[in-house]
């Protein structure tokens, strides 16, 4: 009585709702990244630089947009994470579409022929974290105004700088925290502080780690969470800025 | 070989894959033999994953004052003084050796808060102190689990989802066992060296039961049918909390544990009404009021002092569940009940909602999930439900021999161990402690029997038509119908509270079952059929549901779950004597014999060690006035 | 009282279909419910496993209108009851009659499981949060509702080299164990197929006692198998100090 064509089940509900929901806005969001990735433009204004372009690398012999450059980092630890396989395992290929929904795929192998680089997913997690000192940096960058102002093409003007904050400022700071939510609710980081033990008690050391491991099963329940809200956040602290750079909307200057 | 029937040869036979049919396998495994372990679910289905609360063991990792003797002392007490003491003297004194001994094979214990790392134990109704070691509300499952997977990696044969239906003998010797598949309806033959019955309950009996479709007295019925003797039938448990509503769910299993952790009755007047219901045994025990038993559990349960450390005394909730059950009945009959026919039990005015999501995870769910009642913000409504049988096959207290040769029983379909009235957590060490013994004593009489006996095929050919004949007999009535009746009929004659005519009358009305059952009719084939296995269940039952009525029709007394209305009090002849039921030519033979006493000297020093109380003592004895 | 229509497969492996019945129901009652009343009094024959009624042995595991799930645990009153309610066996194993399905795979994989092995000079004391971890996966009931869900099983048919996410918890239970000496981690990562896990969660969704299956059990055994077998830094390093 098995049938187990694409879409096949005895399911009443409107399974197809979350496959489809998330196909749409992982086409919107990698269709947006790669116009952003590749125009080279827009990426800055005053004291804000987009989170696609950080770190910012310009090396002379390179000819094309410098986000090439620094997206590889986010979009592998994205690809890598196991919540986003989950995502894209069943919205893309569709293996499966939804829970007890039949599979177009005849022949399977999971990750343990060709999907095995997955397992790599932790080296991202390396460069995700160190990219995190990048956007702090970048966060600090934006409270720094300077005092001459900033000059009609998004330029900041010569002279002493001081502290302020703008709209984007604070945009950009909680991209920085919904960035750290996530990437700090790793599986891969749990496992890296503490899962990876097998007795908690034994020693001050692994009780340390046991504390820590707690708080990152915490964030970790929320994962999901926050690898949206990260990923739509993102997108619009880019958007702002190149809003603002283009000239269509301007920032306000809080304090 | 006999060819018609597939057969199986192994030394030692386990009928029942519970806790203690897998514990008395386990053991006759390790001693070398070759051993087959049947049971009528899948394996890790059994009843046993329900029992909640935990296992009862002077383990004393909690509190230090706990000792063996105590332990026997309240099972005693509990049990009435029914109990043969010499059982419970056993238990007491192996259960702690049962529970770590689990541990070693991998099960999960909750741990005790105090840094030391040990199994922590909790409080249950009747015990002193707290003795249950536990898993949050699944001790039974974790259990279940544990022995499964020992006994499965230690090479015993698993026959799941097969029926035995008689067992056979060669003149008073069991030799092997007749039964069928329930998957293919196919017979099948066990001879077997000896054979341990581990069937558990009776539950299916009454019409509001906490136990599953397995429980229909297997065990009772094929020892009974193959001569040997029952003792104590007249003693069925009705668990105080059982869910009443919805319908679908009534009889459901309230934990214990509830109470345990603070939970109180209130009546629909508001009442905790508990501190009527003191019985003078545990008068010096429990807390006489509402104030004095609320002390104790801010001190004890909230603030989670040692209880030595405080003066006050229990509350009346944590009474042995014989004595609780009245209670509610008692209330529920005189018209205090709620809008389904229940009582309140209020946890969530007592603990905060985390609280209660932790310590009774699955008891939250069940509510939500059955009922649609968050149990974290109103009261459950329960009502008494049939639990447990503490009367069953006769046995030797030391090797649970029945009094056919080897032929054993252990865990709940065997008799002696609960006396009148089982202790909460008691039922989970039993069957560790005579599970083992039983498949030990297994063992060695299946050491000195050389060979496997032949067995006449034309006795099979005779059993095989016999479960044929529900799909010979023309249609006419279904299983499910009779067995609906015989469930009406016995809560009626002999429920909770008995009394002469009414078993006089309950015999008749199962004379006239019996008779219905032999035109039973039965559709379609014997490949997994429920209709089929129902017909031939309903034998069981009702030589079940008989020999409870003739026990309970003997005993003209009052003694733990056993209430007669017509006879209130305790009886000092009947304290001295058990009720043995055993089958003979024409029908059910009802006799009584003398019931073993504690010996004097060991009585005396329990008496100077303030454990036990001759004036309760003298009580139970019937010695004097108790009520 | 009110009636409903149920949808139940009848029949065996080799031939069946889906049967229609009229029944009337009660308030508060759940799918084990009425499939007992069509045995009482319509189909006394109807082959289905159920024993606690309680959501706490995991027998009465079936597919009620294409989900897997406890039939005891299901009420009606959550289906939509104007519409007809299919009852199917669980798809991922041979069926055996009606809604009993064969599930003796799942006892042949345990069995290939290594066994709690206390290590030898094993002190028998740790603390609550040692075992926090285990405890939630020893909550299983094995009612094989992830199994049946796995699309690795279910339309892969990878039974023979794949051990499904029942098992995946167990040996998590038991590779977590504090005292635990026994090395699983090879077995999980070929015989157990451990990679054939896309992680997507449907064990998690389906799991009545709501265990964090893929979160808790399956991505850190994942990350176990990647330390010993593939993360070339922690290889080096264990070379270096000999650790195990």
């Known amino acids: 009585m098995s049938n187990n064509s694409l879409g096949a089940t005895a399911r009443r509900d409107l399974w197809w709702l979350e496959p489809a929901g998330t196909f749409a806005v992982l086409v919107l969001f990698i269709a947006y990244a790669a116009w952003v990735g590749l125009s080279g433009t827009h990426y800055e204004w005053g004291p804000y630089l987009s989170p696609f372009y950080s770190p910012l690398f310009k090396p002379t012999w390179w000819p094309f947009s410098p986000a090439i450059l620094v997206l590889i980092v986010p979009l592998g630890f994205r690809t890598t994470c196991y919540f986003y396989r989950r995502v894209y395992y069943r919205a893309f290929f569709m293996d499966p579409p939804a829970c007890a929904v039949g599979e177009a795929r005849k022949h399977y192998e999971g990750e343990t022929k060709l999907l095995v680089f997955q397992n790599f997913h932790r080296f991202f997690v390396y460069l995700a974290v160190v990219f995190l000192v990048f956007f702090v940096i970048d966060d600090i960058h934006a409270m720094m105004w300077p005092i001459n102002g900033i000059l009609p093409n998004g330029q900041m003007a010569p002279g002493p700088k001081t502290f302020g904050i703008g709209l984007g400022t604070i945009i950009m700071v909680l991209d920085l925290i919904f960035l750290s939510f996530y990437t700090f609710g790793c599986h891969f980081l749990r496992h890296l502080v503490g899962g990876s033990l097998d007795c908690f008690s034994c020693s001050k050391t692994k009780e340390t780690r046991h504390g820590i491991w707690k708080i990152i099963s915490k964030l970790n329940e929320h994962h999901m969470a926050w690898g949206w809200i990260s990923l739509g956040w993102v997108t619009f602290t880019d958007l702002y800025i190149r809003l603002c750079s283009m000239g269509i909307i301007h920032d306000v200057r809080i304090f | 070989m006999d060819a018609k029937y597939t057969t199986h040869e192994f030394d030692v036979l386990v009928i029942g894959a519970g806790g203690a049919g897998l514990r008395a396998a386990i053991e006759a495994s390790a001693n070398g033999l070759k051993v087959a372990l049947v049971c009528k679910s899948l394996l890790g289905k059994a009843h046993t994953v329900m029992a909640e609360g935990g296992i009862a063991a002077a383990l004393g990792t909690v509190d230090s004052r706990d000792t063996w003797q105590q332990h026997f002392a309240d099972t005693m007490i509990g049990g009435n003084l029914a109990n043969h003491w010499q059982m419970a003297q056993i238990h007491a004194l192996e259960a702690p050796d049962r529970v770590r001994e689990l541990e070693k094979w991998g099960a999960v214990f909750d741990r005790t808060t105090d840094g030391k790392g040990n199994i922590n134990v909790r409080h249950f109704g009747g015990h002193t102190y707290k003795r249950l070691a536990h898993v949050g509300d699944r001790t039974g499952l974790e259990l279940l689990r544990t022995l499964q997977d020992r006994g499965v990696h230690q090479g015993i044969e698993v026959f799941m989802e097969c029926t035995v239906y008689s067992l056979l003998k060669k003149e008073n010797r069991v030799v092997g066992a007749f039964g069928y598949f329930r998957e293919t309806g196919s017979p099948v033959l066990f001879k077997a060296k000896s054979i341990v019955l581990a069937t558990g309950g009776i539950g299916k009996l009454y019409r509001v039961s906490s136990n599953s479709w397995e429980c229909t007295g297997d065990g009772f019925a094929l020892g009974y049918l193959a001569g040997a003797e029952l003792a104590d039938m007249e003693y069925v448990q009705f668990h105080p909390t059982g869910m009443v509503w919805p319908p679908s769910v009534r009889g459901l299993l309230i934990t214990e544990g509830v109470r345990g952790e603070g939970g109180v009755f209130r009546n629909n007047l508001g009442k905790r009404f508990m501190f009527d219901y003191i019985p003078p045994k545990y008068k010096d025990k429990y807390a006489s009021t509402e104030e004095e038993a609320n002390t104790w559990f801010q001190k004890v349960i909230v603030e989670g002092r040692k209880e030595e450390t405080v003066k006050e005394r229990k509350p009346p909730e944590l009474m042995s569940r014989d004595v609780v059950a009245r209670a509610l009945w008692t209330e529920i009959e005189q018209g205090r009940g709620f809008e389904h026919g229940g009582i309140h039990l209020d946890i969530a005015t007592r603990r905060s909602a985390e609280d209660i999501k932790k310590k009774l995870p699955s008891m939250y769910h069940q509510f939500k999930q059955l009922a649609d009642v968050d149990i974290t913000k109103v009261p459950m409504e329960v009502g008494p439900t049939c639990h447990y049988m503490m009367g069953g096959i006769k046995v030797d207290p030391e090797t649970q021999g029945s009094t056919i040769d080897g032929l054993f029983a252990a865990g709940e379909c065997s008799a002696g161990m609960h006396g009148s009235n089982r202790l909460g957590g008691n039922s989970l060490s039993d069957l560790l402690v005579f599970g083992r013994r039983a498949g030990l004593s297994a063992a060695e009489y299946s050491k000195k029997i050389k060979t496997f006996e032949q067995i006449d095929e034309s006795e099979l050919d005779q059993l095989n038509h016999e479960m044929n004949r529900p799909f010979e007999n023309p249609k006419g009535e279904n299983a499910y119908a009779i067995l609906s009746d015989l469930q009406q009929v016995m809560e009626k004659g002999a429920g909770m509270y008995r009394e002469e005519k009414g078993m006089m009358n309950c015999l008749k009305e199962l004379d006239q079952i019996k008779k219905r059952l032999e035109k039973v009719s039965t559709e379609g084939n014997r490949m997994f059929n429920p209709g089929w296995h129902t017909a031939l269940d309903l034998r069981n039952l009702l030589i079940v549901g008989e020999a409870i009525t003739r026990a309970a029709l003997i005993r003209r007394e009052s003694r733990g779950a056993h209430t007669r209305i017509d006879f209130l009090n305790y009886s000092e002849s009947f304290s001295k004597t058990r009720v043995i039921v055993k089958k003979s030519a024409q029908e059910m033979q009802v006799s009584s014999e003398n019931l073993s006493q504690i010996p004097k000297d060991f009585e005396a020093e329990l008496i100077a060690k303030n454990i036990l109380n001759e004036v309760v003592l003298n009580q139970l004895r019937g010695k004097i006035a108790a009520h | ?244």
């Not at chain 3, 635990?180 to 990679?195: C, I, N, Q």
């Open chain 3, 1 to 244: 009282m009110r009636s409903i229509r149920l949808k139940i497969f009848r029949g065996t492996s080799n031939s069946g279909e889906f049967k229609e019945y009229t029944l009337e129901v009660e308030e508060g009652m759940v799918v084990l419910d009425a499939i007992h009343r069509l045995q009482a009094t319509q189909s006394p024959d109807l082959a289905c496993r159920w024993n606690c009624k309680a959501g706490k042995c995991g027998s009465c595991s079936a597919e009620i209108n294409g989900k897997p799930r406890l039939m005891c645990m299901t009420r009606l009153n959550d289906l939509p009851v104007n519409k007809t309610i299919t009852i199917a066996p669980l798809q991922t194993f041979p069926i055996m009659k009606d809604l009993a399905t064969d599930v003796s795979w799942n006892y042949q994989v345990n069995k290939k499981i290594t066994p709690f092995t206390p290590k030898s000079n094993a002190e028998w004391h740790w603390e609550q949060k040692d075992i926090d971890r285990i405890q939630e996966f020893r909550k299983c009931i094995e009612c094989f509702l992830c199994q049946d869900v796995c699309h690795v099983l279910r339309v892969h048919q990878k039974h023979s080299v794949y051990a499904g996410p029942r098992f995946f918890v167990r040996m998590a239970a038991l590779e977590m164990h504090p005292i635990d000496s026994a090395d699983r981690l090879p077995f999980l990562k070929t015989d157990a197929g451990l990679g054939y896990c896309n992680i997507t969660k449907c064990c998690t969704q389906v799991c009545p006692e709501s265990i964090a299956i893929t979160d808790n059990a399956i991505i850190p055994l994942k990350e176990r198998v990647v330390d010993r077998f593939y993360d070339p830094i922690f290889i080096l390093f264990r070379k270096l100090f000999k650790k195990k």
